[in-house]
């Protein structure tokens, strides 16, 4: 089992920014990847970035060269970077840990985002 727990939502101006965390922990070692997914009201959930084990990201278009994905593993924490917030961006964001095809992928509780224009 691994447990996700997010902090470091909240309201923000349109152009400001936030940063997001996700601390994991349990049975850590299975994870694969790690990445943030955000679902608007009315929306379906959709990934925002993603970070392998072996570090390789990759991104949603609509959020390229505003929000960066990083990991401390010291730590266990995966963060999201969020710059040049737009109003668009406002969602909850969920935190996802994948183990790989064989298993079922882990979830935060989510982290409210909301951008103001």
């Known amino acids: 089992q691994v447990q996700l727990v997010e902090s470091g939502g909240g309201l923000v101006q349109a152009g400001g920014s936030l940063r997001l965390s996700c601390a994991a922990s349990g049975s850590i070692f299975s994870i694969n990847a790690m990445g943030w997914y955000r679902q608007a009201p009315g929306k379906q959930r959709e990934l925002v970035a993603r970070i392998t084990s072996g570090g390789s990201t990759n991104y949603a278009d609509s959020v390229k060269g505003r929000f960066t994905i990083y990991s401390n593993n010291a730590k266990n924490t995966v963060y999201l970077q969020m710059n040049n917030l737009k109003p668009e961006d406002t969602a909850v964001y969920y935190c996802?840990?994948?183990?790989?095809?064989?298993?079922?992928?882990?979830w935060g509780q989510g982290t409210q985002v909301t951008v103001s224009s």
């Open positions: 996802n840990a994948d183990p790989g095809p064989y298993a079922v992928d882990y």
